[in-house]
Nanobody, 124 residues
Framework: QVQLVESGGGLVQPGGSLRLSCAAS????????IGWFRQAPGKEREGVSC????????TYADSVKGRFTISRDNAKNTVYLQMNSLKPEDTAIYYC?????????????????WGQGTQVTVSS
């Protein structure tokens, strides 16, 4: 059974950091591109970051460049999203998604498997 499980969300003050994890089971994640998406209340889901199956390339939304870092540990079947210098506008539910490809897509429609999401709230 294919499963993605996000963890690491929570409440943090502006300027703080969080590290999200996306643990994959039921498939070998190193054949899959993994994307992080987020959805704030009343807004559409948007792509945040993606890492190729090989780990050789990463992409970021302009809004998070220089603050977020995506990485993967294929031995642990886990992808991470390190989020630094968090802003209130980063508040959203964060989802990870997987597609069996070595290509990153910013469009959520291309992804096959999804986690249940983890809430990130940035507030003082």
């Amino acid at each position: 059974q294919v499963q993605l499980v996000e963890s690491g969300g929570g409440l943090v003050q502006p300027g703080g950091s969080l590290r999200l994890s996306c643990a994959a089971s039921g498939f070998t994640s190193d054949y899959y591109a993994i994307g992080w998406f987020r959805q704030a209340p009343g807004k559409e889901r948007e792509g945040v970051s993606c890492i190729r199956s090989s780990g050789s390339s990463t992409t970021y939304a302009d809004s998070v460049k220089g603050r977020f870092t995506i990485s993967r540990d294929n031995a642990k079947n886990t992808v991470y999203l390190q989020m630094n210098s968090l802003k209130p506008e980063d508040t959203a539910i964060y989802y990870c998604a997987a597609r069996k490809t070595n290509v990153c897509y910013s469009n959520s429609l291309y992804y096959t498997y999804w986690g249940q999401g983890t809430q990130v709230t940035v507030s003082s």
